[in-house]
């Protein structure tokens, strides 16, 4: 029991940490990201590469993931920042896809669909399993503060206000001799290494990565965690993710509920749940739980973003 | 130079099939004004619907065609009612990221109903023809005289049709054809109905070649919305230009990078044009 | 009582907004009326509440007897008093015919009858009828708007600032156009930037400064005042 509630943590934990890096981008920037989960894979990878093929120790594989995926994200940035919002959720949910084919296909890099597997842990091994996953929890929870803090001072601070403007109406901010172009490339770039730290920490948790663990449904959760808990607040994202975590949770205790239910049907199901929890937030409660605290994010914002 | 015309040919025929979702995707941004996600999970019911109409009731290719069509344009109807109307207020990102929602929704619905194992169709299996070295299969021509049929019907209804016309009003000019007494959301309604429903028409011709499951229509999203990109979203001639464009492309890609890409093809094509030419080739927003 | 009889209107576009001050005029069967005034004077909000586009916060608007503020512009349209906006008043891709088709959606019927009449009457129609409306110049575009209004054989009409942005010989053109349909029995109120030739054609005129009524009165009167020449007809 301990055991399972210590993962749900785990997980609650990692989707808190890409709810904040979405927040930075999206609620405090502006930008939405659909490729979230193309980021956290490349992170993943990353990590897990250089420390299997390499050899180097699990924080350096962290770095490096932070560092690739940023970079990857001031690419995309560069490339799509000018589109208006529909357009570039058409094309941030595109450039995930095209991350799992890569994975899928360049077998002599990521070993394809049979994914990377025996990914070290720290103290992995030296320790029983669940302490391990004690040990690791704390790790993640550390994560998640240090994030928030980070986060929290670039909210309060001039980049972060700017951010904000750019988002609330970015011809203003031009007009006001912003550099609109170059904050936009920072804010994504600084979330996609954020989401690349995420997958790192994924990859070394459950010492086995492969493109199926990122589909766009982790996206949606995402989403779901961050509007439920309030866009534009960094607790607020915290809170979505557990909420999230223990929402979908539900429907395995559903499934034990209702007879019958073959393994596919459990896995539609919790999909379900969540995409349609999104659909229903969006209508009933688009502000949230926690809205932002400076001034109320009602969404729709004021215009469209 | 026989293997570049034998992609071409597939490259057609491929691409007048995507059209027909493509036209579907366009028509609902046309009206709706926002980019609907859901479109591939639409795909996937309609190919369920002609798939059962088939097993079933041994229905032949066209008649699960019309099915999958009628599936598809009823569930997309409902289906917007339900989930995205209400949202409409919120702005087209708003109503993206929900149809997103729907997508994934609808997809698991699906699952749950059907698994996801691989479903093929009853067809009479046929041999391909040869002409001059290019080979041609019977079971692709029929797809893509049904595809014909499908767009020269759509075509003919917006072209003559009091309520077809009506609704190349709204996507000219909202708020004109609103004063003019065009009840708008009959005419969402009608949008969804028609683009969900070739959606579905789109899902069973792709399916009919290969199998369905409930990532059928998922698979070919990238495609379809490069498709209508390329063309311009909102202009329907342009998604038929797109798809064309689009099938070609990935079939000729084959040539330099691994089947497996085809799909990044699209995602390119949607890059290139968003950031050189975002109208797309034949799309103009006039309002 | 007038055709249209307006009184005291106060209107904006928000609830803070005042726009319009309290404003009245009326307009009698058949007639053309002008309305001036400098920029943001509320010329053009004053026709979209009589329209129905803008809901009056006070006062009244009264068509042919009846009360129509706070209705829609679709039944206001319904009881005879079309609007002809000054922007995006036809559909760009459609057709001219199809144009007019959707001109006169509500009732398909009595606009099958209609089109024939109106493209006898503007031959310039009747002649570019199967080419997209955005091909059309101006002027042209202005003509088809007027004649989508039509389609619904309103009482009366509301222009606003039909000329604007057309060349002078295109507006010279237009005013003859608008003379024409208002010769055929119905009444024009219209607002305009050029003052010369409203005053030229329009029986009574109004002027508007400030969302509420300065002068008003004969046209001819009005272009003589050396007040009303000093201030719109540059002396």
């Known amino acids: 029991m301990l055991d399972y509630l210590v993962s749900l943590l785990t997980y609650a934990a990692l989707y808190g940490i890409m709810a904040l890096a979405l927040n930075l981008v999206w609620g405090m920037g502006g930008m939405i990201n659909l490729g979230l989960v193309g980021f956290y894979a490349v992170g993943a990878y990353v990590s897990a590469l250089a420390t299997i093929k390499l050899g180097v120790p699990i924080a350096v594989g962290a770095c490096a993931a932070l560092v690739l995926a940023a970079a990857l994200g001031s690419v995309v940035a560069l490339a799509t920042l000018r589109l208006r919002g529909d357009y570039l959720a058409i094309v941030t949910l595109g450039f995930a896809e095209v991350v799992r084919i890569v994975a899928s296909n360049e077998i002599w890099l990521t070993n394809g669909t049979d994914g990377i597997s025996n990914i070290r842990g720290p103290l992995r091994g030296a320790v029983t399993p669940e302490t391990f996953n004690l040990i690791y929890l704390t790790l993640m929870v550390v994560a998640v503060a240090a994030v928030v803090f980070l986060l929290q001072r670039l909210a309060r601070a001039p980049f972060g206000r700017v951010l904000r403007a750019i988002r609330d109406d970015d011809q203003v901010a031009a007009v006001a001799g912003k550099p609109v172009l170059a904050f936009k490339v920072k804010a994504f770039a600084a979330s996609a290494g954020i989401l690349g730290l995420a997958g790192s920490l994924y990859a070394h948790y459950t010492s086995y990565v492969a493109p199926d663990s990122f589909q766009p449904l982790l996206t949606i959760y995402v989403v779901l965690a961050l509007v439920a808990g309030g866009r534009g607040n960094n607790y607020g994202a915290v809170l979505g993710a557990v909420l999230v975590v223990a929402f979908t949770e539900s429907t395995r205790f559903l499934s034990e509920v209702v007879p019958g239910l073959q393994a596919v049907q459990v896995a539609a199901l919790r999909q379900l749940v969540v995409s349609v929890g999104l659909l229903a937030i969006l209508r009933y409660r688009p502000g949230g739980i926690l809205p932002e605290r400076i001034r109320p994010v009602a969404i729709p914002p004021r215009r469209p973003a | ?287 | 009582m007038g055709l249209l009889s307006v009184e005291g209107l106060i209107a904006g576009y928000s609830a803070a907004d005042e726009i319009l001050k309290g404003v009245s005029l009326t307009v009698e069967v058949g007639e053309i009326v002008a309305i001036l005034g400098p920029n943001g004077a509320g010329k053009s909000t004053l026709l979209k509440a009589v329209a129905g586009l803008v809901k009056p916060k006070r006062g009244s608007v009264s068509f042919a007897g009846e009360r129509i503020d706070g209705r829609a512009p679709r039944e206001v349209s319904a009881l005879g008093l079309a609007f002809v906006p000054q922007e995006q008043n036809v559909f760009p891709r459609l057709s001219v015919l199809e144009n007019l088709e959707i001109g006169g959606y509500a009732d398909p019927a009595a606009a099958r009858r209609r089109i024939p009449t109106l493209l006898q009457r503007f031959p310039m129609l009747a002649e570019k009828r199967r080419q997209a409306a955005r091909t059309l110049s101006g002027g042209q575009r202005q003509v088809l708007a007027m004649a989508m209004a039509l389609m619904v054989e309103p009482q009366l009409l509301l222009l606003d600032e039909p000329s604007a942005g057309l060349s002078p010989i295109a507006a010279e053109r237009l005013f003859e156009t608008i003379q024409a349909i208002n010769a055929d029995g119905v009444a024009i109120v219209m607002v305009e930037q050029n003052a010369l030739e409203a005053l030229a054609i329009a029986r009574r005129s109004y002027i508007l400064v400030d969302g509420r009524n300065s002068r008003s009165g004969p046209s001819a009167e009005l272009g003589a005042d050396p007040e009303v020449r000093r201030l719109f007809l540059g002396g």
């Open chain 2, 1 to 287: 130079m026989q293997e570049i015309a034998q992609l071409l040919i597939n490259g057609v025929v491929s691409g007048t099939i995507l059209a027909v979702p493509a036209i579907g995707l366009t028509a609902i941004y046309a009206v709706l004004r926002f980019p609907n996600f859901s479109i591939a999970s639409h795909a996937t019911v309609g190919a369920f619907a002609g798939y059962i109409a088939n097993a079933t009731l041994a229905l032949p290719a066209p008649a699960a065609v019309l099915v999958g069509f009628g599936a598809a344009g009823l569930v997309g109807v409902a289906s917007d009612q339900l989930a995205l109307r209400p949202l409409r207020p919120s702005g087209a990102l708003t109503s993206a990221i929900a149809s997103v929602a729907l997508m994934i929704a609808l997809e698991n619905l699906l699952r749950f109903g059907f698994g996801n194992d691989l479903r093929g169709f009853d067809l009479p299996i046929m041999r391909d023809w040869r002409l001059g070295g290019l080979r041609v299969g019977p079971q692709q021509l029929e797809n893509l005289g049904m595809a014909i049929v499908s767009m020269a019907a759509l075509f003919l209804f917006l072209s003559f049709t009091r309520t077809g016309k009506a609704m190349r009003a709204v996507a000219d000019n909202p708020a004109l054809a609103d004063v003019k007494g065009i009840d708008p959301e009959q005419m969402a309604r009608l949008a969804s109905f028609i683009g969900m429903g070739l959606a579905g028409a789109g899902g069973v011709l792709l399916g009919l070649d290969t199998s369905i499951d409930p990532l059928t229509g998922f698979r070919a999203i990238l495609s379809i919305f490069a498709a209508a990109v390329v063309g311009g979203l909102g202009s329907i001639p342009g998604a038929v230009v797109g798809a064309l464009t689009v099938g070609i492309a990935e079939e000729l890609s084959l040539i330099a990078i691994a089947p497996a890409y085809r799909t990044a093809v699209g995602f390119g094509a949607i890059l290139i044009v968003l950031t050189v030419r975002p109208r797309g080739l034949l799309g103009e927003r006039a309002y």
